[in-house]
């Protein structure tokens, strides 16, 4: 094995190497603890997924330029470091990110044995992600790790055991929560907490819920400016996690921070109505175009039916959260139409007024933000007090455009509009926020708990139906 620093590379020669200890071990007993505002440094594990990646897309002031990655050795280290070495070579600001790299099957092992920094990146394969978690935290290790942290009903246990590690060990473990970033979904949020303009929260019914979010989501897709190769394991629900437990994980911890921000809360106010699941049918043509490889790999053959891949990346849920009606839903799609991308839609239901976010066809795939079905008040007078609840919110030239005879359209200033990969970086700002301060706000622990409580347990209930 080979030892060796990978920086601005050409993407040629960029080829991981192995770690074997000497000088490393310098570095190997950084303290964990950042109240002191210590540098912090990454380590990266498994990075198979390119949401990784994307943590790196932006310097931070406190954290260093050497990230040590382990591995094992394959395409999903090849490809993360090629992103990264896109972002170091990039003409507009470029990123000074130096990777240094342990290849080998015992990568794990060999990270905790180093431990050459203080905060874990996780996000990659999620069948072993609650282990990595449990078993960082153990080593005294911060972790930050991608949605989904958990995939099964099976994990929960582990997981509210690695959030009490983490309080003993004065760590701090965090998910990756980029959509609250969103603006829009910011916007939705503090209008949804004006009395005026919204009233309160509705509580809805199975049929009727009072909050509705939905996410279309497409496995063709382009990332920081080229075509996205997905592993072959991403289209293993056993590997990946159901569309139930992953994508689902954003929209279901969007409805607790919007509907009862900063509210401490747990699964006994959870009560899961009702949840289903279906597959998305891939070709073996649709499936060599996103990973490259010809035929399936032996342990996705348990998934084929008539020659097509049956993957079970979609789902929905109805349950009730402290009494009001909630329903989730997330489907996969193989491309996404001209023009257009990933998709969010969301409403809240409101005793003044409905605010739902759009982003179909009509707001040209650009989220929009509209304030529909207004309620006991001329249109007028209710604009009015619109405009006055924009004017007190921490944006300015937010403007009101009328969209219909009952709604309002809010138009957004394309400087606070953030593109999704921006928004790792907005979310790794706030846990080095966190880090520096030595502790999480008092229910952001609870909300974990209390989100992955709900996925799991639809997806138990569906695949029990």
Not at 394 to 405: F, I, M, N, Q
Request: proline share 5%; glycine share 8%.
């Amino acid at each position: 094995m080979k030892k060796g620093l990978l920086s601005i590379l050409p993407l040629v020669l960029l080829i991981a190497s192995c770690g074997s200890g000497g000088s490393d071990k310098q570095q190997a007993k950084s303290d964990t603890s950042m109240k002191n505002s210590q540098q912090v440094k990454l380590i990266t594990v498994d990075p198979g997924h390119f949401h990784a990646a994307l943590v790196q897309k932006s310097m931070y002031e406190q954290v260093s330029p050497d990230v040590h990655v382990y591995a094992p050795d394959g395409p999903d280290i090849v490809q993360h470091l090629n992103r990264i070495n896109g972002y170091n070579t990039r003409q507009s600001d470029p990123t000074s990110w130096n990777e240094i790299v342990y290849k080998g099957d015992d990568f794990f092992e060999k990270m905790l044995q180093e431990k050459s920094g203080n905060v874990v990146v996780l996000s990659g394969n999620n069948r072993k992600k609650a282990e990595y978690i449990t078993r960082s935290i153990g080593a005294g290790l911060n972790v930050l790790a991608d949605k989904p942290m958990i995939i099964s009903a099976d994990d929960f246990k582990e997981l509210e055991d690695a959030f009490t590690l983490a309080r003993e060990k004065n760590v701090l473990l965090y998910d990756i929560m980029t959509e609250r970033f969103e603006v829009t979904t910011t916007l939705q949020k503090l209008l949804s907490m004006n009395t005026e303009v919204f009233g309160t929260l509705v509580k809805g019914s199975k049929d009727d819920p009072a909050v509705t979010k939905v996410s279309v989501h497409h496995f063709a897709k382009v990332v920081s400016g080229s075509p996205l190769i997905r592993p072959a394991w991403f289209f293993d629900v056993e590997q990946q996690g159901e569309g139930l437990v992953d994508i689902t994980t954003h929209l279901v911890d969007m409805v607790q921070w919007e509907c009862f921000p900063e509210q401490v809360l747990s699964p006994s106010v959870i009560n899961i109505v009702d949840a289903r699941r279906w597959p998305t049918f891939i070709s073996g043509e649709e499936f060599k175009g996103v990973t490259g490889i010809d035929g399936y790999p032996d342990y996705l053959k348990k998934d084929l039916k008539d020659g097509k891949l049956n993957v079970y990346s979609n789902g929905e849920m109805i349950y009730q959260i402290k009494g009001v009606f909630v329903k989730v839903s997330v489907e996969w799609k193989y491309q996404a139409p001209r023009g257009g991308g990933d998709t969010h839609y969301s409403v809240m239901r409101g005793t003044q007024c409905d605010i739902a976010i759009k982003q179909g066809p009509e707001e040209k795939y650009l989220p929009t933000l509209y304030l529909e079905s207004i309620k006991g008040i001329k249109a007028e007078d209710f604009r009015v007090k619109l405009v006055k609840a924009l004017a007190s919110l921490p944006y300015d030239s937010l403007t009101v455009e009328k969209a219909g005879a009952n709604s309002f359209k809010i138009n957004v200033p394309v400087k606070y509009r953030v593109s999704h990969e921006d928004h790792f970086a907005q979310v790794t700002s706030k846990y080095l926020e966190y880090l520096k301060e030595g502790k999480l706000p008092e229910w952001e622990v609870p909300g974990m708990i209390t989100k992955y409580y709900t996925t799991t347990s639809a997806l138990r209930m569906a695949k029990d139906q």
